[in-house]
């Protein structure tokens, strides 16, 4: 097989269902149960038909192997450390398998994912796990700053105008790059609808199952609106800005879910003849204005591609988080991607944005998606609240030489 033997690959990768907060299956369960399900589920040969309790020939290596685990969060409190070291010890990670959390944002996952890479690729572990969790139901996002303000001089900030910027609704700053880039709205619920479109018609052929698994007799996603067109989403209502063209029909769904990625080196993964699912070939972040938050995959894409040598017709298959209909719409235009090659099975719009899982769930659905389709190279991005934009390279390498 070519490749280093510190490459990082990717040799499981799993979610559990996206369910829409307070009205949906997960609504009611802590995040550490939904991080706890993905920790134990990634572990395994066959998450999707895990068993009520794994035996030792149910896993695909033993959790004592696991070194480390990162994950990404973004609303819960600081003792969300102590709960998600919890979560782990319940999945049946050893005491030894250390655990850190990180936030970024919306990019929080594939941050953590990112953080296990490099430590596999300087040396520094063999194997961990990245993973993303968020519960919008049990901290809802419009109590943020109500409940943990900014500790700023706020005189200072105040004479900066893009570090008050950083406060601007992420909904408005979807209004800004309406407004700036001449976004009609007829353009963003047309985008809105095929998103649902797209959702349903891979739910329905079953697309999804091999990277869910369930949570109790949660096993697939609530979000997806199978009769959604443009006609219905025009007649709802502006949310962030009369007049404006950001409703809750082209926006992302408030969401509930975790994921979690099985890492470790390509030496690893040879020694234990294990299928390499992907190959994490590089990771970008770019900063952009703040007002105009969402337009961070257009900096970021072509970061990530530089630094794996390659260009945007070289990827199969992007998976582009839509957070909004606005960001998601201009970023594809702006870049001249193919339509064709962006969520293939819908996005954020219909699936939903559970902030810190968002971004290990599209690596999950990705290499689902290149593995079925037989594609070679992807690549996931999102927008950054505050600023910014994430990207990260994947490969799948020749399916005959990583079995």
Not at 244 to 253: D, Y
Not at 281 to 307: N, Q
Request: hydrophobic share 40%.
């Amino acid at each position: 097989m070519s490749g280093s033997n510190r490459d990082a690959v990717i040799v499981q990768a799993i979610r559990t269902p996206l369910c829409r907060a307070r009205k949906g299956g997960l609504a009611k369960l802590p995040p550490s149960t939904l991080l706890s399900t993905v920790l134990h589920g990634v572990l395994l040969k066959d998450p999707p038909n895990a068993k009520a309790k794994a035996t030792n020939d149910d896993y695909l290596i033993s959790p004592s192997s696991v070194q480390d685990v990162c994950v990404g969060n973004v609303l819960s409190p600081p003792t969300a450390a102590v709960s998600f070291r919890m979560a782990a010890l319940a999945a049946g990670l050893p005491h030894i398998t250390s655990l850190s959390t990180t936030n970024r944002q919306c990019s929080s996952g594939l941050q953590a994912i990112a953080n296990i890479a490099h430590a596999i690729q300087c040396g520094s572990i063999n194997i961990g796990i990245g993973a993303g969790v968020e519960s919008m139901s049990m901290n809802p996002m419009h109590k943020l700053y109500e409940d943990h303000p900014p500790e700023v001089e706020w005189d200072k900030m105040q004479s900066c105008k893009e570090a008050m910027d950083c406060l601007v609704p992420m909904g408005v700053t979807s209004e800004n790059v309406a407004k700036k880039y001449h976004l009609d709205r007829r353009t963003l619920d047309e985008f809105a609808a095929i998103s649902h479109q797209k959702s349903s018609k891979a739910q329905s052929l079953g697309k999804f199952k091999s990277e869910i698994i369930p949570v109790g007799d949660i096993s697939q996603d609530d979000g997806i609106r199978p009769s959604t067109t443009a006609d219905k989403l025009s007649k709802l209502k502006p949310v962030f800005k009369k007049n404006g063209s950001t409703t809750a029909g082209n926006s992302s769904q408030l969401t509930d879910g975790a994921a979690a990625v099985l890492l470790m080196s390509r030496e690893e993964a040879m020694k234990r003849n294990l299928p390499i699912l992907g190959v994490w070939r590089s990771f970008a972040v770019e900063g952009v204005p703040p007002r105009i938050m969402g337009i961070g995959p257009v900096y970021a894409i072509p970061s990530a591609l530089k630094k794996a040598s390659l260009s945007t017709n070289d990827i199969d298959v992007y998976e582009i988080n839509e957070a909004f209909a606005t960001q998601a719409y201009y970023s594809i235009q702006q870049l001249q991607l193919d339509p064709s090659k962006v969520n293939p099975n819908g996005g954020a719009i219909s699936l939903g944005h559970p902030l810190g899982c968002t971004g290990a769930r599209l690596v999950v659905t990705l290499l689902n998606e290149m593995r079925r389709e037989k594609k070679r190279r992807g690549v996931v991005s999102m927008c950054i609240g505050t600023g910014m934009g994430a990207a990260a390279v994947l490969e799948v390498e020749d399916m005959r030489s990583s079995l």
